[in-house]
């Protein structure tokens, strides 16, 4: 069954915990001061701020988080020379053969969200939606720690009912109606 990643920018409040979730889970975090802000290591999921802006006289605070967005079709299957990225048949979810890569960072070069991250031997690393995780019927590492309830992982069909419902919350709070 096909999955995807759908992250409420609106309901994140930085805390960062999904960075942290993720680098504890693919052995990536190095220990060290200041924590947890700032935990060093790769970040195969990166969050940033944007706004403040002003609607309806409120000022809303959100962020952005970029990361693989296991696209369909993904360009940087088609760019890499080496096809050391594919496609996990039964989940949709991009993976990589690390042995394959070679470091070309052409997957960078047309990736529409910038997710590339290269690690200390230059070679390419994805976030994998916590794959394993999924086939043993557990919840993604980010999903699992988000206790704002920002990021859900489930099938495009179910991510489409979420944002339907928080859009019809969304013209139901606004003075549209």
């Given at each position: 069954?096909?999955?995807?990643?759908?992250?409420?920018?609106?309901?994140?409040?930085?805390?960062?915990?999904?960075?942290?979730?993720?680098?504890?889970?693919?052995?990536?975090?190095?220990?060290?001061?200041?924590?947890?802000?700032?935990?060093?290591?790769?970040?195969?999921?990166?969050?940033?701020?944007?706004?403040?802006?002003?609607?309806?006289?409120?000022?809303?605070?959100?962020?952005v988080s970029i990361a693989c967005m296991h696209c369909d079709p993904?360009?940087?299957?088609?760019?890499?020379?080496?096809?050391?990225?594919?496609?996990?048949?039964?989940?949709?979810?991009?993976?990589?053969?690390?042995?394959?890569?070679?470091?070309?960072?052409?997957?960078?070069?047309v990736c529409p969200y910038g997710a590339p991250v290269f690690d200390e031997h230059g070679k390419l690393t994805l976030?994998?939606?916590?794959?394993?995780?999924?086939?043993?019927?557990?919840?993604?590492?980010?999903?699992?720690?988000?206790?704002?309830?920002?990021?859900?992982?489930?099938?495009?069909?179910?991510?489409?009912?979420?944002?339907?419902?928080?859009?019809?919350?969304?013209?139901?709070?606004?003075?549209?109606?």
């Open positions: 069954m096909r999955k995807a990643i759908y992250r409420d920018m609106e309901a994140c409040v930085n805390c960062k915990a999904c960075m942290i979730a993720c680098k504890v889970k693919h052995m990536s975090y190095h220990a060290g001061p200041p924590m947890p802000a700032e935990a060093k290591g790769r970040n195969l999921v990166n969050v940033y701020p944007t706004g403040p802006e002003i609607r309806g006289g409120r000022v809303y605070q959100s962020f993904a360009p940087c299957i088609k760019a890499c020379p080496t096809s050391a990225i594919y496609k996990d048949l039964e989940t949709g979810i991009t993976l990589v053969d690390q042995g394959k890569c070679i470091g070309c960072k052409a997957c960078l070069w976030c994998d939606l916590c794959i394993d995780r999924l086939r043993q019927g557990k919840k993604t590492a980010c999903e699992a720690t988000c206790q704002a309830g920002a990021i859900f992982v489930g099938t495009p069909e179910q991510i489409g009912e979420r944002q339907a419902r928080k859009a019809v919350r969304r013209i139901e709070q606004s003075s549209v109606i």
